[in-house]
């Protein structure tokens, strides 16, 4: 099995700090640029697993850096450059406090919502008698609050979120006109692939007057992917749609006792577990963007990702 990359501590040029997330470590360069290293962390359940997948860290970043390419029309983004396989660098922004989720249909956590008998989420009507998995008439925006590290984010209302001054309410129309245009064509992509984008979410920030799509786009982590074929049949029956997501490694926790409660012990992550989930990767991977995955080596992980990067800033 080729080699993981879990941790990282880097000490590029110029560079000011590190943010360790659950699956990125964000390298900040002089305040001006950002070194974001999508690692193999894997997290469930707001847990990070104790064994990383190799391949994921490249996959994300490629998938990500794809869409940020092909959305780049119709947003700025802060991506500049991917210098290595598992490395984007871009303009440092500042964050809003708010991440912008767009449903297309009524499934997950929404669907928990309604299903309790609630019609209103974020501040959204949801019309009575729908299925799950249903589709909405137009997409909706359900916003969370950004938390801060090892805390949940919070649904908001966008009446709440000018309320408190979370962001303008000029800010806050770019960013739903944004939204509703992203969306757009990550479902019009994903249809040319026979998938449909069900649900995502974007993160923005701003820098100098100007708002940027900031962090990852359209990936199996912060997306939701139901393929076209057989969806129509499997709603009708009100059976479970076919997936394309991190569900699958949710699902094997949960069928070995793991939930990320108080108490539950990780199952075992044998090697065939984690090649296993690996090689799922590479399935979302191709198809997502149709194109074949390139296995990068990984032989000298962290000096070849230092040698990429160091490189790409001294140019700068």
Same mark, same amino acid.
Request: proline share 5%; charged share 30%; aromatic share 10%.
């Given at each position: 099995? %080729? ?6 501590? !880097? ?5 000011? $700090?590190?943010?360790? #997330? /659950?699956? *990125? ?15 193999? *962390?894997?997290? @469930? ?8 997948? &190799?391949?994921? #860290? ?5 998938? @990500?850096? /794809? ?15 991917? &210098?290595?396989?598992?490395? +984007? ?35 959204? %009507? ?10 909405? &008439? ?8 950004? =938390? ?21 309410? @000029? ?14 064509? #990550? +479902?019009?992509?994903? =249809? ?11 993160? !923005? ?29 499997? !709603? *009708? ?18 069928? $070995?006792?793991?939930?990320? /409660?108080?108490?539950?012990?990780? &199952? ?7 090649? =296993? ?18 296995? =990068? ?9 230092? %040698? ?9």
């Amino acid at each position: 099995m %080729k080699k993981a990359l879990v941790k990282t501590d !880097f000490h590029f040029p110029k560079q000011k $700090n590190v943010y360790h #997330g /659950k699956v *990125r470590d964000v390298y900040n360069i002089n305040d001006e640029l950002l070194v974001m290293v999508a690692t193999d *962390r894997i997290s @469930a359940f707001d847990v990070i697993l104790p064994e990383g997948i &190799p391949y994921k #860290g490249q996959m994300l970043n490629q998938i @990500a850096a /794809k869409f940020l390419d092909a959305t780049a029309d119709i947003c700025p983004n802060w991506k500049l450059a991917t &210098p290595d396989p598992m490395v +984007t660098a871009g303009i440092r922004c500042e964050g809003y406090p708010v991440e912008m989720i767009v449903r297309g249909y009524l499934c997950g956590s929404a669907w928990r919502t309604y299903k309790s008998g609630i019609r209103e989420i974020c501040g959204v %009507k949801i019309p009575d008698g729908m299925k799950e998995n249903e589709k909405f &008439p137009t997409p909706i925006i359900t916003p969370t609050t950004k =938390a801060a590290q090892g805390l949940h984010d919070e649904d908001i209302s966008k009446e709440e979120i000018l309320k408190q001054g979370l962001v303008s309410e @000029a800010d806050y129309a770019v960013l739903e006109k944004y939204t509703t245009e992203l969306f757009q064509r #990550g +479902t019009e992509i994903a =249809a040319s692939r026979g998938l449909i984008l069900v649900d995502t979410k974007y993160e !923005f920030g701003h820098r100098d007057g100007k708002i940027y799509l900031i962090d990852e786009i359209h990936t199996p982590d912060s997306s939701r992917y139901f393929y076209q074929e057989g969806y129509e049949e499997r !709603f *009708r029956k009100g059976e479970p749609q076919k997936q394309l997501s991190k569900e699958f490694v949710r699902e094997w926790l949960m069928e $070995n006792g793991f939930q990320g /409660k108080a108490g539950q012990k990780v &199952p075992t992550m044998t090697p065939e577990i984690v090649e =296993a989930i690996s090689n799922r990767y590479i399935e979302l991977f191709e198809h997502i963007t149709g194109e074949t995955f390139v296995k =990068a080596d990984t032989d000298q992980l962290l000096s070849r990702i230092e %040698k990429n990067v160091t490189q790409y800033l001294l140019q700068k």
